[in-house]
């Protein structure tokens, strides 16, 4: 599954702020209960299961069949019968225990003070723990049979063929899987180790309380995660301020609860990499996809190296902004405010199409299964899980999580959560369940295709000079967002990590402190490094999924020179990039790129990426001197 998502920033015009309620029929200064959101805006989960008693059938029937793997244990190496029946058996376990899990957690997720989906999705985290634990033996054991003879199997049972990459990829991790009994063991340990997360998730998105803010005019607004991202774009500097320090205030009252959360995650990563015999978590983190450390280090140095274009870039927003001191409130602002131009949630489906038309008739078709079967929950609701992600559930279709808000970030949004959705169904519809699942580092570059593409098709069918500047505005913001941004975040990651391998403690000071470095780094000295930004680590769900963040500045580069690819190449290029998507999981995520056409492993496609930025940029203040 694809989970969790990415936000990017954009409104073409004076910005006009409509807010999810307004967009859904709601007052403007509150945030409605999801029974106010009208149902053809929210996605249909009946699709997984018609009722929550069916759910509970299928957990309750999932749950007495766990016991049948006991009878492949201990005989794996007897036959190739055996060993296909059980990796069978195995398959069908881990598609029911996902679907189970994605159905409590999606409906949790629709409004996380729910207190009963919280119960089931608890439940359904013990299931998955136990299903692993039930299954825990059988790599293993496969791992334990001698190479001849599962060689023999292989070419004696023809079923076994579509575990071939399972195969090769498991041997070449052999010296990292442990003895059948520390396998169950750590699979134990599963639910104990979200502990840190599930508590970070309920803190940041159940319990936390932000603050009224007002704006220039006195008017009172509700602040929230999702109306953050709106009023820190906005036009009116006291809005920005006063949604900046309430924002980051609140998190700064829980500042130490969060060091705890995010040291507890540093710990587990540390524990279970060093359970495996891995030299440290990020090697760990890596091998597990087959990517070289190189690929990682490469990233944050060719970024590090290409710092100068950001410094630019912030200095020429300062300018353009007509600041005295440009901070960190003032970085998401558009520079160009005196253009209208909104898309109703409607509006940005049909541009999606359009953008997308170069992917060819098959990949349409798929997107519009997306946007026309309830696979997308559209609006914000009280509670409801802030951001936006795309989860794939075998068997059923994948769904959608927005925060629509009228907006063309929205409107990106919507086209890069659609480009991991097409993944998902492609996958799902052309691999068996064993290599189904493709890794974050190719997913990545499913989603930011589809981003680049719409904003190829925006730059192409605009003549308006200040709709123009805008959009490469955007353009930058993106890559700002997305490759520098993100890169930093990869950074912190490792360094907060080699920090705790060494040996040192983790507490909020040190923290603060080494959010504040980065950020003086990365965006020069023509910005104020406001103080309330130090606690911003504190916000961030991906440094619960770590070594995340570094795949969407691969991702970014590599999307950016498979669109231009496809663009030019036409036919060939789009044909070999359904076949990336229709591939899955079935090989290393660089291989697979690759195929399609561009090689990760060289820091090229980076080099690429911010040398258009510098270009962009270069266009930028041409026109911002003509307007």
Known sequence: MSIMPKLLSAVLGTLIFATPAEAAGQEHNKVPPRSEIRDEYKWNLRDMYASDDEWQNDFVSLKASLPEMNQYKNKLGQSSEILLSCLKTRD????????????????????????????????????????????????????????????????????????????????????????????????????????????????????????????????????????????????????????????????????????????????????????????????????????????????????????????????????????????????????????????????????????????????????????????????????????????????????????????????????????HAIHSFYSHKHQPYINSSYTIFSAEVASTTNETLLMDYMLKTTQDKKVRLYLINQYLEQVRATVYRQTMFAEFEKLLHEKVESGETITADLLDQMWHELNVKYYGNDIVVDSEINVEWARIPHFYSSFYVYQYATGFSAANALADQILKEGQPAQQRYIAFLKSGGSDYSINLLKNAGVDMSSPQAIEVTLAKFSKLLDELAILLEES
Do not use: C
Request: net charge negative; aromatic share 10%.
């Open 92 to 419: 069908r376990i881990n598609v029911a225990s996902e679907k189970i899990f994605a159905y409590a957690r999606m409906h949790r997720d629709e409004n996380n003070a729910d207190t009963k989906y919280q119960a089931m999705t608890g439940k359904a985290e013990s299931l998955l723990s136990e299903a692993g634990e039930s299954t825990a033996f059988v790599e293993p054991e496969i791992l334990a049979i001698p190479d001849a003879k599962l060689a023999e199997f292989r070419k004696s049972e023809a079923g076994l063929a579509e575990y071939s990459f399972f195969f090769e990829n498991l041997q070449r991790q052999k010296k990292h899987v442990l003895s059948p009994r520390e396998e169950e063991l750590l699979a134990r340990m599963n639910e104990v180790a979200d502990a840190s997360e599930n508590t970070f998730n309920m803190l940041a998105h159940a319990d936390l309380r932000f603050p009224e803010i007002a704006d220039s005019a006195g008017k009172s607004l509700q602040l929230s995660e999702a109306r953050y991202r709106l009023f820190i774009m906005s036009p009116d500097r006291k809005l920005r301020q006063q949604a900046f320090a309430g924002l980051f205030g609140a998190y700064n009252q829980y500042r130490n609860t969060f060091a705890s959360t995010l040291a507890g995650n540093v710990k587990k990563n540390i524990f279970f990499a060093n359970s495996r015999k891995y030299e440290s978590a990020i090697d760990a983190a890596l091998e597990t996809n087959n990517v070289p450390l190189t690929v990682y280090n490469n990233v944050i140095s060719t970024v590090e190296n290409h710092l100068q274009p950001l410094h630019r870039y912030v200095a020429l927003k300062k300018k353009a902004l007509k600041l005295d001191e440009i901070h960190m409130y003032d970085l998401y602002t558009p520079i160009v405010p005196d253009i209208q131009l909104t898309y109703s949630y409607e509006e940005g489906r049909d541009l999606v199409r359009k953008a997308l038309k170069p992917l060819g008739d098959d990949y349409l078709t798929a997107l519009e299964q997306g946007l026309s079967n309830s696979w997308i929950d559209v609006y914000e609701n009280q509670g409801k899980q802030t951001g936006a992600y795309s989860w794939g559930v075998f068997g059923v279709h994948p769904f959608i999580l927005l925060n629509y808000n009228n907006r063309y970030d929205d409107v990106s949004t919507l086209a890069h959560e659609l480009g």
